[in-house]
């Protein structure tokens, strides 16, 4: 558990999930995502993944998660990030993706992947920020049919 802070001064805790949580990651879930994850899916990504699924806690309560992969013991694959709408732009998203990489990085990874909306410009800055790069484009990877870019960052 870590104890950091956001840019407006506010503390914020980051721990791995825990069960108890999970209703909570879904509502931020639902207000995030068009298709969001179903609840089932957080469950076994909490059971088998724990230690890469990371949640920001404020107040006690869940404001924002990330929920990545090991891949073949060397690509840390971030699968998903949100932050509750009412604490955006506070810098816990970069908060969330730096811890995440830390873990992987723990881990043995010095590679990270992950996929986002080809019209999710607010995610491609963040992810810019942090030095990934767009490497190529997945068309119809999205249930609605919207492409994807695979975005990498080395170590
Ligand atoms: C993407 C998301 C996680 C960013 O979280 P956040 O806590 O608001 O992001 P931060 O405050 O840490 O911002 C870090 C950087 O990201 C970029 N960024 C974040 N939101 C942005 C926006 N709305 N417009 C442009 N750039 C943005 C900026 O470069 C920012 O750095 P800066 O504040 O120094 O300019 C958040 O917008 C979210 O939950 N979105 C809905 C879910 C989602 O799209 N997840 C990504 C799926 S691939």
Not at 92 to 107: H, N, Q, S, T, W
């Amino acid at each position: 558990m870590r104890v950091l802070r956001l840019k407006d001064n506010a503390e914020v805790c980051i721990r791995e999930v825990s069960l108890g949580d999970l209703s909570e990651v879904y509502e931020i879930e639902k207000l995030s995502f068009k298709d969001p994850y179903p609840l089932d899916l957080l469950h076994t990504f909490a059971v088998l993944n724990s230690d890469t699924f990371l949640v920001a806690v404020k107040n006690g309560r869940v404001v924002g998660y990330v929920i990545g992969v090991l891949r073949w013991d060397v690509i840390g694959h971030i699968l998903n990030i949100a932050v509750h709408p009412c604490y955006r732009r506070k810098g816990l998203g970069e908060l969330l993706m730096r811890e995440i990489m830390d873990v992987f990085r723990k881990k043995g990874a010095r590679v990270f992947r992950l996929e986002v909306r080809v019209s999710n410009l607010a995610a491609q800055r963040l992810y810019e920020k942090l030095g990934f790069k767009k490497e190529y484009t997945i068309p119809n990877y999205y249930s609605d049919g919207e492409a994807c870019y695979v975005m990498f960052k080395r170590d």
